[in-house]
C-alpha cells in the first residue's frame, strides 16, 4: 500500500538567499514518515535538495525541520498524522540558526555552546531501570545489577537536535542567549560533577544576562523537546541554585 | 616535498576512520560526501558494539574482529560507549542445544562469555520472556553511529584533514589508466570543481559499485537492507539476542529510553529509496515479543530500512555472505591510483581503516604506521566547530 501527498518544502542557497517554497508531489508506502517523503523528494525528484539526516529513529537529533509549522523530528512523525494535519504538508528549516541551504542550518554555534557546557553523552548516574516510571507492574522495583554489570553507561537524552533553539522565543531576540540545550546541559553536567569547583563554574556559566536570567518562561523548549529533557525546569533550578548561592554567600 | 593527497569518498563509518587513520600517518586527506555525515548505511545502523557473538559460530574471522575492535574502541572513546553488555538466550531446546555451539565458538574467538541460569538471566532482565532456559552474558555494547563518525571525522580535522559534506562525486577523473581525483558539485552552492589527488579510495558501502562504475571497475558489492523497528520504551538492559544462527528479529537492541528490534534481510539494486516492506516491520513486532513480551504493548517509535554493503559471493546467500570485510586495490583491474574498501561493520570500522590505510600507504612509498589503536578520539561536537 502507498500514500501520495504533496510536499511544499522550503528551498535557499546559503544564507538563505532566493528563498521559496517548491511543491513535489511524493508516492510513499503508507508507514513512511516525513523524512521518508523528504528523502523521497531527493531520490525521485530534485537531486539538489539539502537536508540532515542519519539514523531514522530520533537518536542521532540530526533530521529536525518544521513540519506544518512546528520543530520535530521528522523521522518519527508519520506522513499520514501529517497529512490529516495539513495539506500539502509544509517543511521548513529550524528558526534561529543561519541557514546553509534548503532545510539544512549552520549548528556550529550550537555546538559550541554544547562543547562548553561540558556535559557528556554518556553518563554513569542514572540506575539502569526503571527508564519509564509509569505501568510496568512494578518489575522495574525488583532490578538488581549482578556482577560485572555495576559498570553500566547510559546515553544522555538530550539528541542536540536543536529543536529547543528553534521555537524559543528569547532566541529570536537575543543570539547571545545561551538557549535552552546549553543551560540544560550545563544543568545536566553540574549534577554529574562531584568537583564543588567544576559545579561553580558551570553555575557561573549558567548565570548572567544572556544566561538563565534572559528565558521569558514560556516553556516552548519542554514542549517541543522530542527527548523529554525539560529545558526550561532545568533553568528554573538553576535560577534557584544561582538565588541560593547569592543568599549564602550574603549571610556568609 | 609536497605531501601526498587522498581523497576519500564517502563519511560513513570506513571513509571516517580511513581518513582519521591517514592523517595520524600525515596524508594530506579530504573527505568527500554527497549528504550529511552517516547519512547512507552508518546512520542507520542497529548500534550494536559486537562482541563478535553474532559471528563466532558461522564465521570466525568476523567474530574475532569484532571482538578484538570492541576492545580497541573502548580506549579511543570509552565516552561514546554504552558498555551494557549482551545476553544471549535460550526459549527452546533448539536454542539451549545450540547454546553449547556457542560457548565453544566465543572460546575460539577469545570472547568473554559467561553462563547464566533461568533465575539469573530474569533478575538481570525482568523484562525478558518467562520461556528462557538460559542465557550467555557476552561484552556487546550500545553506541551511536551519527557521533561514533563525528569523533573519527573531528580527529582527523584536528590534524589536518578538510571534510566536505553535501558535496557530491559527479565523476572520477581519468586518464591514461591513472584516478587522478574527482569530479564533485557543492549541492548547496551548485558549483562544480575537480579535486586531484595522488590516490581516490572508494568508501561509499552500497554506492561503492556506482562510485567505481566511474572508472569502469566492478566491485562485487551487494546492497542487502535490513529493517529496524524502534519502539519507545527501553526494556532490556543489555542487548538481548536469541541464543542461535542469526535469522529475522533476533535481536532487541536497548538505546536511551528506547528499544530497536532487528532485523530482516533481502537485496535491492538501487541503495538511495527503499520503501519498508509492512510485513517485515509486523514479523519485527512479532519476533520481538517472542524474545521480550513487553514489545507487543509498546508503541512504534521509529522504522528504518538501508542496505548493507555486503560482499557478494556467487551462489551464496546474503545472511551467510561473512561480515568481514574486503580491500580492493583496482591495479588488479588495471586502474592505479583508486582502491575500494567495503564490507565489514561499524564496529570494525577502525581495523577496516588500518587495512585500507596500509595498501595506501604501501603505493604511496609512506611507511608511516597505524597509530589509531592508541589515539584516544577529541570531542565529536568539534566536527562543527
Redesign the interface.
Known amino acids: 500500500?502507498t500514500i501520495t501527498a504533496t510536499l511544499e518544502v522550503f528551498r535557499c542557497?546559503?544564507g538563505g538567499v532566493d528563498g521559496r517554497f517548491e511543491s513535489y508531489d511524493v508516492t510513499?508506502?503508507?508507514?513512511?514518515?516525513v523524512l521518508?517523503a523528504i528523502?523521497?523528494v531527493?531520490?525521485?525528484h530534485d537531486?539538489?535538495l539539502?537536508?540532515?539526516?542519519?539514523?531514522?529513529?530520533?537518536?542521532?537529533?540530526?533530521c529536525g525541520v518544521l513540519v506544518n509549522g512546528s520543530e520535530v523530528l521528522p523521522?518519527?512523525v508519520d506522513l499520514a498524522d501529517a497529512l490529516r494535519q495539513r495539506s500539502p504538508v509544509r517543511v521548513e528549516p529550524l528558526r534561529n540558526l543561519p541557514l546553509?541551504?534548503?532545510l539544512?542550518v549552520d549548528?556550529?554555534g550550537?555546538?559550541?555552546r554544547?562543547?562548553a557546557s561540558t556535559m557528556?553523552?554518556?553518563r554513569t548516574a542514572e540506575d539502569?531501570?526503571p527508564?519509564?516510571a509509569d505501568d510496568d507492574g512494578g518489575?522495574?522495583q525488583?532490578?538488581?545489577?549482578?556482577d560485572?554489570?555495576a559498570?553500566?553507561?547510559?546515553?544522555e537524552?538530550c539528541v542536540e537536535c536543536g529543536i529547543c533553539i528553534s521555537a524559543c522565543p528569547t532566541m529570536a531576540t537575543d543570539e547571545r542567549f545561551r538557549g535552552p540545550a546549553m543551560l540544560a546541559a550545563l544543568g545536566r553536567a553540574r549534577a554529574e560533577s562531584a568537583d564543588p569547583q567544576q559545579r561553580e563554574h558551570l553555575l557561573d556559566l549558567a548565570d548572567g544576562e544572556h544566561g538563565v536570567w534572559r528565558c521569558h518562561s514560556s516553556w516552548e523548549c519542554t514542549q517541543r523537546c522530542p527527548?523529554q529533557v525539560d529545558p526550561a525546569e532545568s533553568i528554573m533550578e538553576q535560577r534557584r541554585e544561582i538565588l541560593r548561592r547569592r543568599f549564602r554567600r550574603r549571610v556568609r | 616535498m609536497s605531501r601526498a593527497r587522498v581523497i576519500v569518498i564517502g563519511a560513513g563509518s570506513t571513509g571516517a576512520a580511513t581518513a582519521h587513520d591517514l592523517a595520524l600517518r600525515g596524508v594530506d586527506v579530504i573527505v568527500v560526501e554527497r549528504?550529511?555525515?552517516?547519512?547512507g548505511t552508518?546512520?542507520?545502523n542497529h548500534?550494536l558494539l559486537h562482541s563478535g557473538g553474532r559471528y563466532c559460530v558461522n564465521d570466525e574471522e568476523a567474530g574475532i574482529e569484532c571482538i578484538d575492535e570492541n576492545l580497541t574502541l573502548r580506549r579511543i572513546m570509552p565516552?561514546?560507549?554504552?558498555?551494557?553488555?549482551g545476553l544471549f538466550v535460550a526459549t527452546d531446546e533448539a536454542d539451549r542445544a545450540y547454546m553449547d555451539t556457542f560457548l565453544e565458538a566465543c572460546a575460539r574467538c577469545h570472547i568473554p562469555a559467561?553462563e547464566?541460569s533461568r533465575a539469573?538471566a530474569l533478575?538481570?532482565e525482568?523484562?525478558l520472556t518467562p520461556d528462557v532456559l538460559a542465557a550467555v552474558?557476552v561484552p556487546d555494547g550500545?553506541f551511536?553511529?551519527?557521533?561514533f563518525c563525528l569523533a573519527f571525522l573531528a580527529t582527523a580535522r584536528a590534524n589536518g584533514a578538510q571534510v566536505r559534506t553535501?558535496t557530491e562525486v559527479t565523476d572520477l577523473a581519468t586518464s591514461d589508466g591513472f584516478v587522478s581525483g574527482v569530479e564533485v558539485v557543492d549541492?548547496?552552492?551548485?558549483r562544480s570543481e575537480t579535486l586531484g589527488a595522488d590516490l581516490v579510495i572508494n568508501a561509499g558501502g552500497p554506492w561503492a559499485e556506482h562510485l567505481a562504475s566511474m572508472a569502469d571497475v566492478d566491485v562485487p558489492v551487494s546492497p542487502t537492507p535490513g529493517v529496524?523497528v524502534?519502539v519507545g520504551?527501553?526494556l532490556a538492559?543489555?542487548v538481548i539476542n536469541r541464543c542461535n544462527v542469526p535469522s529475522d528479529g533476533d535481536i532487541v537492541v536497548p538505546?536511551?529510553?528506547?528499544s530497536?528490534i532487528g532485523t530482516t534481510s533481502w537485496s535491492v539494486d538501487d541503495p538511495?529509496?527503499i520503501?519498508?516492506?509492512?510485513d517485515h516491520?509486523d514479523r519485527m513486532m512479532t519476533r520481538g515479543r517472542s524474545l521480550i513480551p513487553e514489545v507487543a504493548s509498546t508503541p512504534i517509535?521509529?522504522?528504518?530500512a538501508?542496505a548493507r554493503p555486503l560482499i557478494s559471493k556467487p551462489g551464496v546467500d546474503a545472511r551467510d555472505v561473512s561480515r568481514t570485510f574486503e580491500c580492493f586495490d583496482h591495479k588488479a583491474d588495471g586502474i592505479e591510483g583508486f582502491v575500494t574498501i567495503s564490507g565489514g561493520k561499524t564496529t570494525t570500522a577502525r581495523a577496516m581503516a588500518e587495512k585500507v590505510s596500509d595498501i595506501v600507504c604501501g603505493k604511496l612509498g609512506s611507511t608511516a604506521e597505524c597509530r589509531t589503536s592508541e589515539v584516544p578520539l577529541v570531542?565529536?561536537?568539534?566536527?562543527?566547530?
Open positions: 500500500m542557497a546559503p510513499v508506502h503508507d508507514n513512511a514518515t521518508d528523502e523521497a531527493w531520490a525521485n537531486r539538489s539539502v537536508f540532515r539526516h542519519a539514523c531514522h529513529h530520533a537518536s542521532c537529533g540530526s523521522c518519527i546553509a541551504g534548503d539544512v549548528v556550529t550550537f555546538f559550541e554544547m562543547l557528556s553523552i554518556t539502569a531501570l527508564l519509564d518489575r522495574s525488583a532490578v538488581s545489577v549482578p560485572g554489570l559498570r553500566f553507561n547510559r546515553f537524552n527527548q | 549528504g550529511e555525515v552517516a547519512s552508518t546512520g542507520r548500534c565516552d561514546l560507549l554504552e558498555l551494557n553488555d559467561r547464566l539469573q533478575e538481570a525482568p523484562f552474558q550500545v551511536e553511529p551519527f557521533r553535501f549541492r548547496r552552492t551548485g529496524m524502534t520504551r527501553r538492559n543489555m538505546q536511551r529510553t528506547t530497536i538511495d529509496h520503501p519498508i516492506p509492512s516491520v517509535r521509529g522504522v528504518m538501508v570531542s565529536y561536537r568539534r566536527f562543527y566547530l
